[in-house]
């Protein structure tokens, strides 16, 4: 029995991609009864168990867990050759898998509305997903093939990915309006008194200058929306980028602490995987970013 594109596996990773039966019946455009049977075919197939359905809910065994990995990676590489042999009658088509670290919406040096409507502007077929990451999970899944394009300030840069700057984001050190130090005079308010207090920090690319010989961090996020809010219980400093601060209405409620000495950039890159050939929609895609890129800082 021929597996690869098969509308079982595709069946199969759409239940669990949509946490059951229920909501995939809308999703594949069956009943749940023809959704079951498709399940068990595959499992006839493979000669195992993949889930667990029932009064207890939708849930994945041990090799249901394998499989659904396995047949995604599967799924997403005939759609990609699919999309390679389409477009040698000269059509932009197929899957853009984009990965992007969050909060750059509003990053003017980036543009990345700007580079998405110019690409979008031309006439294609092709299937965008954008995808919300930290750098390290980004770099794995282009890795694996999971992701085609990666935008992100990738600090640990390895040698399976191909790497193009595209900017810098500022940051700076913020504390928010029930902080002790919201309301201080500025000649009160050094590098010394900055280390007496908790810093916030992120999950990834740490933002602290060395010179604050701050204690370990007690509070971490993965985002900058969670790093905005735990600012503002007034129990912690953080670094946010500028722009993220001055697009948002709520910008009265953090203060900058010593602007002059604590401030830091992010140099954002473009990465994709390593290889002279990419297919044409990745192609576009990047240089229409670093286009995006040129004419925002010029």
Request: glycine content about 6%; hydrophobic content about 40%; some cysteine.
């Amino acid at each position: 029995m021929k597996l690869l594109r098969n509308t079982l596996l595709e069946t199969f990773v759409t239940v669990v991609e949509c946490g059951g039966f229920t909501d995939a019946q809308y999703a594949l455009g069956i009943t749940q009864s023809a959704i079951s049977v498709r399940i068990r075919d595959l499992e006839a197939a493979l000669g195992y168990r993949v889930c667990e359905r029932g009064r207890g809910g939708f849930s994945l065994t041990e090799r249901g867990e394998i499989a659904y990995q396995k047949a995604g990676d599967i799924l997403r590489s005939v759609r990609d050759f699919d999309a390679e042999l389409l477009e040698l009658r000269g059509t932009t088509t197929g899957d853009l898998r984009i990965g992007i670290v969050d909060a750059v919406n509003t990053l003017a040096n980036l543009n990345l509305a700007g580079a998405l409507k110019r690409f979008l502007d031309r006439p294609n077929e092709v299937k965008l997903e954008v995808i919300v990451a930290s750098p390290t999970e980004l770099t794995q899944r282009l890795i694996t093939g999971d992701l085609h394009i990666g935008i992100a300030p990738f600090k640990n840069q390895v040698a399976d990915l191909a790497y193009t700057e595209l900017c810098d984001e500022e940051h700076r050190l913020y504390c928010g309006r029930g902080h002790p130090l919201f309301r201080a005079p500025d000649n009160q308010i050094d590098l010394d008194v900055i280390s007496h207090y908790q810093i916030c920090q992120r999950s990834y690319g740490m933002l602290v200058s060395p010179e604050l010989h701050s204690t370990e961090s007690k509070a971490v996020v993965a985002n900058m929306e969670a790093m905005a809010t735990m600012i503002e219980t007034g129990h912690y400093l953080g670094p946010l980028p500028v722009h993220f601060v001055e697009s948002r209405a709520r910008r009265d409620k953090f203060r900058e602490l010593a602007p002059e000495k604590l401030q830091w950039n992010s140099t954002f890159f473009l990465a994709t995987r390593s290889s002279r050939i990419h297919r044409r929609a990745v192609e576009i895609f990047a240089e229409d970013v670093i286009h995006s890129c040129k004419t925002s800082n010029a």
